[in-house]
């Protein structure tokens, strides 16, 4: 879908490359033994809030949108959402406070695309600290008012740069796009990074890297962008992968955006169908985007979401959120499916 309609991805649209190899890959672009970057075994804070949660056994609902909340609060398309952490902090706060009131446990930072590549489009390439780690301190403001009984995830999107050979980026410049940002976010004092919205193996593999170099044993989340042809935009399947990002040591595997929850719902039982241990996330769009006004709308209604969410929990996830166009409302629908005593 083209940029207008998905204000989250942000990324052109390319015909699927064939996957090309790199560390932590062979030449076809399957995963090496050689590939592993688990968590180091410290017990540090962030690892036991991590395992404190997973321990609970039920449903964990993630948050929703944050980009298309924006453009509802009265971003314009074209400008950074990563700066109203420091312009209209209090925008971002109430959203954050509206997701964990819908029961939200893991929440993500307004730092999708944070990082110097995409933030220098707008010559905010030298303000990567800053920005990444105000988003952190607001959403653990909003979580620690709350009682602090949710998670706060710096997130992390695509570089906005396309990996070489089939593009300009290099391994090596990736790994310290995604470092730079990583440090950024635990210096601001997230629980876990969640690596999102990903096509290419290569470009997580590299983002995995660069959060290694910030922090040897925070949790990482890593999902992919899956469309109706099974695959992401680079040709990945959800087999692929599912066999990668947890063969490579992330913590929880998973899909996220595309074209609505029934895609994710397949992507979620072919990753249990290869993959029986896999921690597996859910975040879909709340439905197809229609242009309306030059406007992304997306028309799933709340208790649509609630009987989504309930089938990717059947389809083997344990974590399940919404990407764009959902709401709290949204969240609230699915929370009352999933954890229907909290």
């Excluded at 399957?30 to 017990?43: E, I, K, N, S």
């Excluded at 707008?122 to 602090?148: F, P, S």
């Excluded at 490579?248 to 029934?262: E, H, M, Q």
Aim: hydrophobic share 45%; charged share 20%; aromatic share 4%.
């Amino acid at each position: 879908m083209t940029d207008t309609l998905n204000p989250r991805t942000r990324r052109p649209h390319r015909t699927p490359a064939k996957p090309t190899g790199g560390p932590g890959m062979d030449a076809s672009g399957q995963p090496t033994a050689t590939g592993d970057l688990r968590r180091q075994p410290v017990d540090s804070p962030a690892s036991a809030a991590w395992r404190a949660l997973l321990a609970e056994g039920r449903p964990i609902l993630a948050d929703g949108a944050m980009g298309t909340m924006l453009f509802a609060s009265g971003l314009q398309f074209g400008d950074p959402p990563e700066v109203w952490n420091e312009t209209q902090p209090e925008v971002i706060r109430r959203i954050h406070r509206g997701y964990i009131e819908a029961g939200s446990r893991i929440l993500l930072t307004n730092t999708f695309g944070g990082n110097r590549l995409r933030l220098g489009l707008h010559r905010l390439d030298k303000r990567v600290a800053e920005i990444n780690q105000t988003a952190a301190i607001l959403l653990r403001t909003e979580v620690d008012l709350a009682g602090g009984h949710a998670l706060v995830a710096g997130d992390i999107g695509p570089s906005g740069a396309i990996m070489a050979p089939v593009g300009t980026l290099s391994h090596d410049e990736a790994v310290s796009v995604f470092a730079e940002q990583a440090a950024a976010l635990v210096a601001g004092g997230v629980d876990l990074i969640w690596i999102e919205t990903m096509s290419d193996l290569a470009e997580v593999r590299a983002a995995m890297e660069g959060v290694r170099l910030a922090s040897p044993d925070i949790p990482i989340v890593a999902t992919m962008t899956f469309d109706t042809r099974g695959s992401t935009m680079m040709g990945v399947t959800p087999e692929q992968a599912v066999r990668a990002l947890a063969g490579w040591g992330a913590d929880a595997v998973g899909g996220n955006c595309g074209n609505g929850p029934d895609e994710l719902i397949t992507v979620m039982q072919r990753m249990r169908a290869v993959d029986a241990d896999a921690i597996l996330v859910a975040k879909s769009n709340a439905g197809m985007p229609e242009l309306v006004d030059l406007r992304a709308v997306y028309r799933a209604e709340p208790a649509m979401m609630a009987a989504q969410a309930h089938e990717m929990r059947v389809a083997g996830a344990t974590i399940v959120g919404a990407c764009c166009g959902s709401t709290p409302e949204h969240l609230r629908a699915m929370n009352e499916v999933l954890n229907p005593t909290t």
